[in-house]
């Protein structure tokens, strides 16, 4: 380790994560791993801070679950800021282990009534055998095809997709294989998707509750954190079949400057980022036109990287049309308790208590914005006021007019898009405008990639963490790939800084497979079940004379083993046999 030094490109939570490993696993100094990030801010898309001239800003969340291998494996060994002698993940599980996350109601209509999805998916026998086609089918006949091509209003039209698309914000246009690779990995939480009991939350928002206990970690054991320096490309020596990072480029306090490597030290890249260029607007004013667009440069970094070698990647497969890529969110924070009735009546809970609140996002199914919302436990910031609430709310469909405002909400300035909040959950017509205006502050962020992961695909669009050849470089982050994980996680981003920190130091140590319960028959046929709202796939119809070989093929199985785990998972029924 005496002449390595390790560079890393940005500091968001795959960054700040390799950094951590280097330090724990690699053993090395602190002094010799730089962080070089264009803002002046750690975190990344993981932020949550309070700005003096708008109000608190979230751009968005994280759900998490119990089977994170990486990222559990990470914050075991990272020190929680508040309880001295515990980790990161001990707060975590103590959390939600006494208050543990459900939704009282997942959805409303007609301005705050519950559309009462009563944990029904709503799909005919024609959407259950798409999805099962779906998840059968082999990831390379996905490459480019969009989840339109392999569904149609069978799945558009069910509670199920409701569920889906505004949980995970998928669009109709976005890659069936990204689709795919979410149902096989959250297989084992199709049951807890009408209510969010499968989802797990931090106590604060994500900056503070993890981005803030690593940064401090990797302070202590002598990290250089260098902000204020965007850099611009790494260029490469080809020689002998090897890729060899030989420099960095870049531009610090907007002078540019170089940073030469030998083939010993390291480089790590983030490439890509889902809230690159978002655009800030406040109260009064939309996020377009002159507002502030807050940019690090990273997508053309990308294309300077990938421009050297096809094995970088092809950045443009995500970043080419913010048609499809964009949506939008907001920030509403509450100043004193006019608003908190309505909030009271649709999520079943005190806001202020200190506990679970909406349990996960709530959606007005008939928003033309197809809007969302949710408030997690408050205060969401350590210095929050007590008596404020913050309410994170986003729309999918940002170009259209909404229902009160009639206005698209990428046109919205924050009181506009709190009139529209505050129309769909039940305020009085004649009050918005008031409530709007005196009774909260909203911050809007338009966010032109937020889903550029998603968009379709084909292989090598992704570069490996590691590409073929290279020696002391890899990609880190959303846009890296590693097998059978999924985007848009800090589970992703954990694990690529993992195996690429593993990779290029030859660590001794496995990194955890990703949850295996898509082999599980277990879990498989209590999803096939509860996808069908409690029926038998074994009653689904099949055509002409395959229905009459169901009964003696059961016949065969009974007495065994399989028979007892067909009925234990209600799958095999009295009258079948």
Same mark, same amino acid.
């Given at each position: 380790?005496?002449?390595?030094?390790?560079? =890393?490109?940005?500091?968001?939570?795959?960054?700040?994560?390799?950094?951590?490993?280097? !330090?724990?696993?690699?053993?090395?100094?602190?002094?010799? =791993?730089?962080?070089?990030?264009?803002?002046?801010?750690?975190?990344?898309?993981?932020?949550? =801070?309070?700005?003096?001239?708008?109000?608190?800003?979230?751009?968005?969340?994280?759900?998490?679950?119990?089977?994170?291998?990486?990222?559990? *494996?990470?914050?075991?060994?990272?020190?929680?800021?508040?309880?001295?002698?515990?980790?990161?993940? *001990?707060?975590?599980?103590?959390?939600?282990?006494?208050?543990?996350?459900?939704?009282?109601?997942?959805?409303?209509v007609n301005r705050g009534e519950d559309a009462h999805t009563d944990g029904k998916f709503n799909l005919s026998q024609k959407g259950c055998m798409e999805i099962m086609k779906l998840f059968l089918t082999k990831d390379e006949d996905l490459y480019d095809k969009t989840i339109e091509d392999v569904f149609d209003d069978e799945v558009f039209n069910s509670t199920f997709w409701l569920y889906w698309r505004t949980m995970f914000a998928f669009e109709n246009w976005h890659s069936a294989l990204e689709m795919k690779l979410y149902f096989q990995r959250f297989i084992h939480h199709i049951a807890g998707l009408p209510d969010f009991s499968a989802l797990k939350f931090t106590k604060y928002n994500q900056y503070e509750s993890l981005i803030l206990p690593m940064q401090k970690y990797l302070e202590a054991a002598g990290v250089d954190f260098r902000f204020n320096t965007e850099v611009t490309?790494?260029?490469?020596?080809?020689?002998?079949?090897?890729?060899?990072?030989?420099?960095?480029?870049?531009?610090?306090?907007?002078?540019?400057?170089?940073?030469?490597?030998?083939?010993?030290?390291?480089?790590?890249?983030?490439?890509?980022?889902?809230?690159?260029?978002?655009?800030?607007?406040?109260?009064?004013?939309?996020?377009?036109?002159?507002?502030?667009?807050?940019?690090?440069?990273?997508?053309?970094?990308?294309?300077?990287?990938?421009?050297? *070698?096809?094995? /970088?990647?092809?950045?443009?497969?995500?970043?080419?049309?913010?048609?499809?890529?964009?949506?939008?969110?907001?920030?509403?924070?509450?100043?004193?308790?006019?608003?908190?009735?309505?909030?009271?009546?649709?999520?079943?809970?005190?806001?202020?208590?200190?506990?679970?609140?909406?349990?996960?996002?709530?959606?007005?199914?008939?928003?033309?914005?197809?809007?969302?919302?949710?408030?997690?436990?408050?205060?969401?910031?350590?210095?929050? *006021?007590?008596?404020?609430?913050?309410?994170? !709310?986003?729309?999918?469909?940002?170009?259209?007019?909404?229902?009160?405002?009639?206005?698209?909400?990428?046109?919205?300035?924050?009181?506009?898009?709190?009139?529209?909040?505050?129309?769909?959950?039940?305020?009085?017509?004649?009050? =918005?405008?008031?409530?709007?205006?005196?009774?909260?502050?909203?911050?809007?962020?338009?966010?032109?990639?937020?889903?550029?992961?998603?968009?379709?695909?084909?292989?090598?669009?992704?570069?490996?963490?590691?590409?073929?050849?290279?020696?002391? /470089?890899?990609?880190?982050?959303?846009?890296?790939?590693?097998?059978?994980?999924?985007? /848009?996680?800090?589970?992703?981003?954990?694990?690529?800084?993992?195996?690429?920190?593993?990779?290029?130091?030859?660590?001794?140590?496995?990194?955890?497979?990703?949850?295996?319960?898509?082999?599980?028959?277990?879990?498989?046929?209590?999803?096939?079940?509860?996808?069908?709202?409690?029926?038998?796939?074994?009653?689904?119809?099949?055509?002409?004379?395959?229905?009459?070989?169901?009964?003696?093929?059961?016949?065969?199985?009974?007495?065994?083993?399989?028979?007892?785990?067909?009925?234990?998972?209600?799958?095999?029924?009295?009258?079948?046999?």
């Open positions: 380790m005496e002449n390595k030094n390790a560079y =890393i490109v940005g500091s968001g939570l795959a960054s700040l994560a390799a950094a951590c490993f280097l !330090v724990r696993d690699g053993q090395m100094p602190g002094s010799q =791993i730089h962080i070089l990030e264009a803002m002046d801010i750690a975190g990344g898309a993981c932020d949550g =801070i309070y700005d003096a001239t708008r109000g608190y800003i979230m751009r968005g969340g994280r759900e998490m679950e119990n089977h994170f291998e990486c990222l559990w *494996d990470l914050f075991h060994s990272i020190p929680s800021l508040e309880k001295p002698g515990a980790s990161v993940l *001990d707060e975590f599980y103590w959390l939600n282990k006494h208050d543990p996350n459900y939704s009282l109601c997942r959805a409303t490309n790494v260029v490469f020596e080809f020689k002998d079949g090897k890729k060899i990072a030989s420099a960095i480029e870049c531009k610090v306090n907007g002078k540019e400057e170089g940073i030469l490597l030998t083939e010993n030290d390291l480089v790590f890249v983030t490439n890509g980022s889902c809230t690159e260029g978002t655009i800030y607007g406040d109260q009064n004013h939309a996020p377009n036109g002159d507002a502030e667009v807050r940019t690090s440069g990273c997508w053309n970094l990308w294309k300077n990287i990938a421009k050297q *070698d096809p094995s /970088f990647g092809h950045p443009e497969k995500f970043c080419s049309d913010i048609s499809k890529t964009n949506w939008e969110s907001a920030t509403i924070t509450t100043l004193d308790e006019k608003i908190i009735p309505y909030i009271t009546n649709i999520c079943k809970r005190d806001p202020r208590s200190g506990n679970v609140v909406t349990g996960g996002i709530v959606s007005c199914r008939d928003s033309k914005w197809l809007l969302s919302w949710t408030i997690n436990r408050q205060g969401q910031f350590k210095e929050q *006021d007590p008596e404020k609430v913050c309410v994170w !709310v986003y729309g999918l469909f940002t170009e259209v007019p909404g229902d009160y405002v009639k206005k698209p909400m990428k046109d919205c300035t924050g009181k506009e898009i709190t009139e529209e909040w505050l129309y769909h959950i039940g305020v009085p017509v004649e009050q =918005i405008p008031e409530l709007a205006e005196n009774s909260a502050v909203c911050v809007p962020t338009m966010m032109p990639y937020i889903t550029a992961f998603f968009m379709p695909r084909t292989k090598g669009d992704r570069p490996a963490v590691i590409p073929d050849g290279c020696v002391n /470089f890899a990609f880190l982050g959303q846009f890296a790939d590693t097998p059978r994980d999924t985007v /848009f996680t800090t589970e992703y981003s954990v694990r690529t800084a993992m195996e690429a920190v593993y990779g290029l130091l030859g660590v001794d140590r496995g990194v955890p497979e990703v949850w295996g319960s898509v082999y599980d028959i277990r879990e498989l046929l209590d999803s096939s079940v509860k996808l069908m709202d409690g029926k038998s796939p074994l009653e689904i119809q099949l055509p002409g004379p395959l229905n009459g070989l169901k009964k003696p093929l059961l016949r065969i199985i009974k007495g065994t083993v399989i028979e007892k785990i067909l009925r234990d998972h209600d799958v095999l029924k009295d009258y079948m046999l």
